[in-house]
């Protein structure tokens, strides 16, 4: 299978494959169809047919645009080389194909092939979604093949030595920047390495950090003249080395003592280096231990709760209520209970800060909390595991008195009148299919339509989750839990004042708001 894809890959390059694609066009001239490299990998199917799923914004039985028949002449040459190998085109809409190709993923369906714009490939690779291409077809590349594509793009998709995406079509972008306030910030442009290690040499760190102190290097390059990842990090290191030993009058760091996480970020030439005085990432709140599977961050929880306008005498529920995320955040929210009080921060440990000022300011939090008010929640899993792991969590947190959950079917849900309910319905890992998605989601509307409400806040990966539920939202926003992109669809009794939406089409949604507008 590996080959043929890697095939049909190589048919897929036209012309020099020096730059990544763009925002599409209709306007361009297509390549011919007999431009493409040679790129000696065959088909090896074992006499089974193969079935190959591609996406792309493009439809090839289009015959009205050019790339899309050029698109159908590269896929009539492969299929007619590759005997019992059929390349299926799933047309997409260019700004929601990246989204769901993320969710395929989660859940195995996604396609084989996948063409989309540069800016949306950071999230997918990041997730570690896509096969290396030297383990396709690149493997076999001659230097010459290899030096014909350009190296700034060529390293565009490039983690960890492998290569994962190939440039389509040429497509370069510039930027300009004020010299007149840089210099007026102080600020030089480093394009050089002694110019970088010059500048991190400035700083006073033997202030900050100590003798002893351990003090890791990471960060990132964008439209930059250093964009050598690991060349930055070794040069930064040299210079805080550097620093260190002559402000601490010595030629021995040990790095035993506390961890002093250095940090770099180099954008449009300009270097910031910053130390991080988080440790976790702050959506952490220190108070779930344990998760269930794709489990919705803290902070995007806590999010929802804000745009669910919880307040200190809300009822809120949640039919799929997890490890208790979203009902434990809306607590802690009209509580008024800080976030991170049950956590500890990296800073915490650093020696230029007083051990007293933290003390100070937890005391001083935790004497604005409002442990009276009116507050309760109620939250049910099919999942008994989860159900237990959901009632730890609240106590951890200190809510267990306001949020109450138990094992319940969504079949059987009934909200309250006055309740708002913020839900995380399953999709995805949780799940595994996205039929059994679709289902919960009808099973889920029905019982919302059966037992209306102040209000349903849902957030999911499912881009057809209105057409599920069966009710189009007041209003959707696009929110990422990590790096899966999800849609927020909030329900609630419109003001009169508001423009009341039209009705939802019988047939077919394709994610975007704008159907339901078409006649």
Known sequence: MKKVIATLLAVLMIGSLVACSGTPSTNETPAPANE????????????EDVTIRMWTFLDPTNTSNGRSIALQKMIDRFESENPGVKI??????????????????????????????????????????????????????TQDQIDDVD????????????????????NC?????????????????????????????????????????????????????????????????????????????????????????????????????MLDTTGEGLHKRGYRRNAMEAPLRETLAATIADLGRVRRDSLVE?????????????????????????????????????????????????AESKLDVGFEAFGYDIDPAAVAQA???????????????????????????????????????????????????????????????????????DMDFELHYGKRANKRRKMYNGMIPCQLYMYYNAPKTEKVAKPMPKSGFDGKRTHFEKK
């Open 36 to 47: 493409t490299k040679d790129v000696a990998v065959s088909a090896d199917t074992n006499g």
């Open 88 to 141: 299926v085109v799933e047309p997409q809409q260019w700004d929601t194909m990246t989204g769901k190709f993320m969710a395929a993923a989660t859940t195995g369906e996604a396609p084989d092939i996948m063409w989309c714009a540069r800016d949306e490939l950071f999230g997918v690779l990041n997730a570690g979604l896509l096969e290396p291409l030297e383990n396709l077809f690149m493997g076999s590349w």
């Open 318 to 366: 949640d039919p799929f209520c997890g490890s208790g995320t979203l009902l434990i955040e809306a607590a802690q929210k009209a509580m008024n209970i800080a976030p991170g009080l049950k956590r500890r921060f990296a800073a915490e440990r650093y020696s230029f800060v007083p051990a007293a000022l933290w003390a100070e300011q937890r005391q001083k939090a935790l």
């Open 151 to 170: 190296d700034g793009f060529f390293r565009f998709g490039e983690r960890d030595g492998k290569h994962y995406t190939l440039c389509l079509n040429k």
């Open 391 to 461: 009632n730890v969590n609240a106590k951890l947190a200190g809510v267990e008195n306001r949020c109450h959950f138990e094992v319940a079917d969504v079949a059987t849900f009934a909200a309250k009148p006055e309740a708002i309910v913020l839900t995380n319905p399953p999709y995805g890992e949780r799940l595994g299919t996205i039929e059994g998605a679709a289902k919960l989601a009808c099973t889920l509307g029905q019982q919302m339509e059966a037992s209306p409400c102040a209000g349903l806040y849902a957030i999911t990966a």
């Open 173 to 273: 972008t510039g930027f300009f920047y004020r010299e007149d306030l840089l210099e007026a910030a102080g600020l030089e442009v480093p394009t050089t390495f002694d110019e970088l290690f010059d500048g991190v040499y400035s700083i006073p760190w033997e202030e900050f950090l100590p003798a002893d102190a351990a003090f890791p290097v990471t960060g990132s390059s964008l439209n930059s003249q250093l964009t050598s990842i690991p060349a930055c990090q070794s040069i930064i290191k040299k210079a805080v080395v550097k620093r260190l030993m002559k402000g601490h009058r010595t030629t021995v760091l040990p790095e035993s003592g506390v961890e002093y996480k250095v940090r770099f970020m180099l954008r449009k030439n300009v270097c910031e280096i």
